[in-house]
């Protein structure tokens, strides 16, 4: 018996008993209403305008605050200073930099809560700040917030005016997350709030000295910049010298919209900035406390706190029940040890919370019948293409109750799929031809999420979809979007990846995708594919990627996580690589890792919200993909030695 082969039969023989553990323990975190929603945490930055939110809401009384709420404002108080970094500041992923808009944030919200700023901890973050460019150098959402208490000048922050209501569909080439956020929180700036804030205080003390508090142009005399200041600041004499009537006209607009968006949602958007926004405008709107909109609007809203007892308070930016859901049910039916029954309440479920009313999606897409899925429990307006294709994948490893009612649904939901391809051949997250790349040049586009582009990693998992119903390149849209894939394949041989960390996520799934649409695995672009996969390789035998990849341009190394490993055995196997050293040791690596529970610790942020200003810890990464993997390359090498013997 050769080495290899030696090797190869141990791993195979440790696998099964890793699989039964693993899916024993996916398993037992299932609802019993059929569903998985594991948590999903962030950065300091949501307990922090939690803390602005509270001074909204509750306003200083002669010069003093002390909110109802107070306790918990101390208790997310802490939870932000637990996640100080030994230089002051605070970050935006686990074991990241410090990020000057993230520790600018923590810093007022610290010092509202009662901290004061001679304390170490207050001037170790404020020495940061002023050594990153002060005040100044945040984001435009942070100096917007603080300018509704003028704590920053209105007249330098970038003017959000409701009138973009009046401009035909035009809010609709906004990506949807920004659109919800966009038009709330116009409604906000319409009514030039100035809310008070206790006697005395300021933030003064961040401002570096003789920077700039406004815009800076770029040295060329046109650019999209420079045009878009121009417009900010004729808008700025607009909101002063405007007809009034045009301004109440856009109100009206935006009140409906956000009213209607409020329907048949667990929030504005179900995600939290457009919820605590939807706060903010139907107060200044004159809803009263009672009213059942603002009262369902603020309900929602903490509905993303957890405070257990057990762990420092925090906030969940929004939840994950389908996402997760898809992912479990599909690494469950791939692993073949999971209960039929668990399965099937699952598709059951998930069945149900089929969208069958037009969203946002359908201002481009009129005539197209209604379907999909949402991330959240309730976001009717949002089906995405993403949850849409994963379930998919899901229903086809599971069998509802009603196998008719199963089949209706997936013939729904792939003609939605497939009516949601743009126009460059890939899909994107909840919109097509979501492009206008000019917009991201708008002075309130800093967030890095204007706008919503099409993607490997969707592009990868919606041709997985159509796989596994019997789609292949006969059809045109697989066609266009396997030449799509390839086009966008980067030069090291990797595929970007937008919804999760990065690199090695986009090539995992754009390599699952091409393998479902039949593509060579002999093929050049494969074959780079896989090199790159085995030359980033930790010599652990697992692979890791940081968040900084987004910043750098390229993969940027970090060490081992569950996850990522995952991505990468499971990107190996789709590229055709079964025997490489590379995948073997990565295979170990998964094995040796878990937990006598079945699980997989992971510190690590592998989830991207949005590139360069928000990540995601999704709790359930590092118990499902490696299931996923190690199913995968059990069954093929246990066929393989079957077939020797």
Known sequence: MTPTLAITESLVRAIPAAVQRAAANLVARQDARGYWCGELTADTTLESDYILLQLWMHPPVDGVWNPPTMPLVQKAAQSILSRQLADGGFNIYQQGPTEISATVKAYFALKLSGL?????????????????????AA???????LSLFDLYPREHCPTIPPELMLLGKFIYQMSSWTRAIVISLSIVHAHHPRRPVPAGFSLEELFLPGVPRGFQGD???????????????????????????????????????????LEHSDGLGAIYPPMMYAIMALDVLGYPENHPARLEAIRQ?????????????????????????????YALGESGVAPPQALSRAANWVLQKEIRRAGDWSVKSPNTTPSGWAFEFNNDFYPDIDDTAMILLALSRAHASDPAAQRATEQRALAWILEMQSSDGGWAAFDKDNNWQFLSHVPFADHNAMLDPTCADITGRVLESLGAFGYDRGHPAVRRAVDHLVRTQEPDGSWYGRWGVAYIYGTCFALRGLRAAGEDDREAHVLRAGEWLRSIQNADGGWGESCASYDNHGFTPARSTPSQTAWAILGLLAGGDTTSHSLHQGIEYLLETQRPDGSWNEELSTGTGFPKVFYLTYHLYRLYFPLMALSEFGKLKSSRLTERS
């Not at 004061?116 to 100044?136: K, T, V």
């Not at 878009?228 to 700025?236: S, T, V």
């Open 116 to 136: 004061s700023p001679d304390d170490s901890r207050m001037a170790r973050a404020r020495e940061c700040i002023l050594a990153r460019g002060g005040l100044q």
């Open 139 to 145: 984001n435009s959402y942070v100096k917007i917030n």
């Open 219 to 261: 040295t060329k005399w046109f650019t999209w910049r420079n045009l878009f200041l121009r417009i900010d600041r004729f808008l700025k004499v607009w909101e002063r010298r405007g007809p009034r009537s045009i301004r109440q006209r856009a109100l009206r607009s935006a009140e409906k919209w956000m009213l209607e968006h």
């Open 301 to 329: 809203f903490q509905h993303l706190m957890v405070d257990d007892g057990r762990r420092p308070l925090f906030f969940e930016p929004c939840f994950s029940p389908i996402w997760d859901t898809g992912i479990a049910m």
